[in-house]
């Protein structure tokens, strides 16, 4: 199987006054294509460093982050701006959308950055939020929006490329339980139309519920990977993770 | 690109509302004192230069005695200029014509009230037509002095306009005493917005020299150059030809030869002297209006550190995020601009009305579109680079950090 994202051994520390912290160390994760996986620990386990380090918004101290098999140490901060917005599209715990743009201008934003023209841009705009079921929402700004309703404009934006990587961090922590579940099918259809799902989250419910493969961190450590196969969840080896 | 960020920009500075227009203040103040003060400045020399009653650019005058400064011409003569002066002017080349010109203070009398009023004589024949092209008077009622009239006069717009002096106004047809002499007035002339010029009595000059008993010296002596170009050059030979007649050596002159140029060029130089002053206050507020606009936008980085995050986390560049806080500080500096220029043309315009009410004159102001062109662009200039710096702390945001907010 090909890895479309592939960290090798990476760690990232951060110089807290005398003290290093060892916020992500040594961790190897390999997701490949279409798959759907979680990263799932506790709060200070390092899975917040360890998303952003999948997200190539951060560089790593040590070791090597790769994306779609190319490097991302070596780019330069406009050309990484760029994969970064091609390739993944991202979902917050608090949909970070723009407040003073109205839903279907949050959605084109990515595609400006990208350089795209108005028609083709506001065209895509609409037909994502056609998908996510906002047609009639396209001029509200987003607190004129549920909290549901914004965690699905902002999902639209995260497709706004059409990137073959979608990263959710905590995706329902916003939200009630049942427009949680209405996000969650969204992202699995997502999934079940190709797209690789990256879930990062504190909640082994949701995690087992909806992934296929979890990565356990603890102390900046993966603890354990498991998969599930049929109804079951199996622990993979870790030594095969290891030459 | 650019299109969509400057739409961004502005719906931010929407939504920070009052913070933004608070922002806009000093350079709003700054454009408007600016524009206000030279499209008013302009109007205010051309009222100056008006009340000097000095039009024509092609008249040299010549006075006796040495700078009688800017007082009734004629004050302070040791040895005045004589008829022989003017006929002796008259024959240098290049010379059109030299008009003697008397301006005597003499009493006016009607509906038993008196005030003392400037009296200018008229010459006859060709003399008269320069005299009346030269000071550009033509009549609002009645008619102008011509050959042949005596025993009458016409007098300024303000003896036909302000009852106060007299207790009601003169209007042609009434009679007046000057100096004890019943006079008929004949016209009045039209507004001149000089104060001299409006309050002045106009006579023949043969019934002037009658008046005043002496038919020789003259006050002033109005010299008419065929071209512009010669005036140099006849301002010298009149001064020596002058020096000739009067006997007297270089330096010693007990005469005074000016252009036009010279007299409003030392008026204009205090009032542009006045203005340095005023556009350099004015400064002063654009800075401080730079200042602020840098203050705005570096609070504004930091409030949204998150949305910056964001926007590095869905694709921009650092230079996308520069661009949008730079534009968006230009846009504020180009906002304030357009409002100082509303604010100052309108400025203008009441402080042009308020100086044609104060000293009587007729200017309007003189806004000029290259001035209203730099001033937006300059304002503009002035809010992006007072953006530069906070826009790069805005694009350098490391954007982990920011999405933390």
């Known amino acids: 199987m090909q890895g479309i994202i592939e960290l090798r051994d990476v760690a990232k520390y951060y110089i807290m006054g005398e003290a290093i912290v060892k916020a992500v160390d040594g961790v190897s994760i390999k997701i490949g294509k279409g798959e759907f996986i979680a990263i799932m620990g506790p709060s200070g386990s390092g899975k917040s460093t360890a998303m952003n380090l999948v997200g190539s918004l951060d560089l790593a101290t040590k070791g090597a982050i790769f994306l779609d098999n190319v490097n991302i140490e070596h780019l330069e901060e406009s050309d990484l701006a760029q994969i970064r917005g091609q390739k993944i599209g991202f979902i917050f715990q608090?949909?970070?959308?723009?407040?003073?743009?109205?839903?279907?201008e949050n959605i084109t934003l990515p595609m400006i950055f990208q350089g795209m023209n108005r028609e083709d841009r506001e065209e895509r705009a609409e037909s994502l939020l056609k998908m996510v079921e906002l047609s009639d929402r396209m001029d509200h700004y987003p607190n004129q929006l549920s909290g549901g309703q914004q965690q699905r404009v902002a999902i639209a934006r995260s497709l706004a490329n059409n990137p073959d990587i979608i990263l959710a961090d905590e995706p329902t922590g916003n939200l009630d339980t049942k427009t949680g579940e209405l996000v969650m099918s969204f992202l699995e259809d997502l999934n079940k139309k190709g797209k690789t799902i990256i879930m990062v989250t504190h909640d082994p419910k949701l995690a087992m519920e909806h992934a296929e493969t979890i990565y356990w961190l603890k102390d900046g450590k993966v603890e354990k990977v498991t998969e599930r196969q049929g109804k079951v969840w199996k622990e993979k080896s870790i030594v095969k993770k290891r030459k | 690109m650019i299109s969509d960020y400057i739409g961004i920009a502005f719906r931010n500075l929407r939504r920070r509302g009052i913070r933004s227009y608070l922002t806009l203040l000093g350079i709003f103040i700054g454009i408007a004192v600016v524009i206000s003060l030279i499209s008013l400045g302009n109007g205010l020399k051309v009222a100056v230069n008006s009340q000097f009653g000095i039009s024509s650019t092609q008249v040299i005058s010549v006075q006796a005695g040495g700078l009688t400064g800017y007082?009734?011409?004629?004050?302070?003569?040791?040895?005045?200029l004589t008829k022989d002066d003017a006929i002796a002017i008259s024959k240098l080349n290049n010379v059109e014509k030299a008009v003697g010109r008397n301006v005597e203070s003499l009493k006016l009398e009607y509906n038993s009230k008196s005030q003392i009023g400037f009296t200018t004589n008229i010459p006859s024949g060709e003399d008269r037509k320069f005299v009346y092209e030269t000071i550009e008077i033509s009549p609002l009622v009645g008619r102008l002095l011509k050959d042949g009239d005596s025993g009458v006069v016409?007098?300024?717009?303000?003896?036909?306009?302000?009852?106060?002096?007299?207790?009601?106004?003169?209007?042609?047809?009434?009679?007046?005493?000057?100096?004890?002499?019943?006079f008929e007035v004949i016209g009045i002339t039209e507004k001149k917005g000089s104060f001299i010029f409006d309050n002045i009595i106009y006579m023949n000059e043969k019934d002037l020299e009658e008046l005043t008993?002496?038919?020789?010296?003259?006050?002033?002596?109005?010299?008419?150059?065929?071209?512009?170009?010669?005036?140099?050059?006849?301002?010298?030979?009149?001064?020596?030809?002058?020096?000739?007649?009067r006997n007297v050596k270089i330096g010693q002159e007990d005469f005074e030869v000016s252009t036009p140029e010279q007299a409003l060029s030392t008026v204009n130089q205090i009032l542009t002297g006045v203005q340095i002053f005023i556009v350099l206050i004015a400064l002063i507020s654009i800075l401080v209006g730079a200042v602020g606009i840098v203050n705005t936008m570096t609070t504004s980085v930091l409030e949204r550190k998150k949305e910056i995050g964001t926007m590095k986390a869905?694709?921009?560049?650092?230079?996308?995020i520069f661009y949008q806080f730079f534009i968006e500080a230009g846009l504020l500096g180009l906002i304030g601009g357009i409002a100082g220029v509303v604010f100052g043309i309108g400025l203008g315009y009441l402080g042009t009305l308020a100086i044609n009410n104060f000293i009587g004159s007729s200017t309007t102001p003189e806004i000029s579109v290259a001035l209203i062109v730099f001033a937006l662009l300059g304002s503009f200039v002035i809010g992006s680079v007072s953006g530069i710096a906070p826009a790069l702390r805005a694009a350098h945001q490391n954007p982990v950090e920011a999405l933390r907010g």
């Not at chain 2, 009734?72 to 005045?80: A, F, Q």
């Not at chain 2, 007098?155 to 306009?161: A, D, I, P, Q």
């Not at chain 2, 005036?231 to 030979?237: A, F, I, L, N």
């Open chain 2, 213 to 245: 008993g002496d038919s020789e010296t003259l006050d002033l002596i109005a010299v008419h150059v065929k071209t512009k170009e010669d005036m140099p050059q006849v301002k010298e030979d009149i001064e020596r030809i002058l020096r000739k007649i």
């Open chain 2, 154 to 182: 016409v007098l300024g717009y303000n003896y036909y306009t302000n009852e106060e002096t007299f207790g009601k106004i003169i209007k042609p047809g009434n009679r007046v005493l000057i100096s004890g002499k019943s």
């Open chain 2, 314 to 320: 869905i694709g921009a560049r650092n230079s996308d």
């Open chain 1, 94 to 104: 608090s949909f970070n959308l723009i407040p003073n743009l109205t839903a279907k």
């Open chain 2, 71 to 80: 007082g009734p011409p004629g004050t302070g003569v040791i040895k005045p």
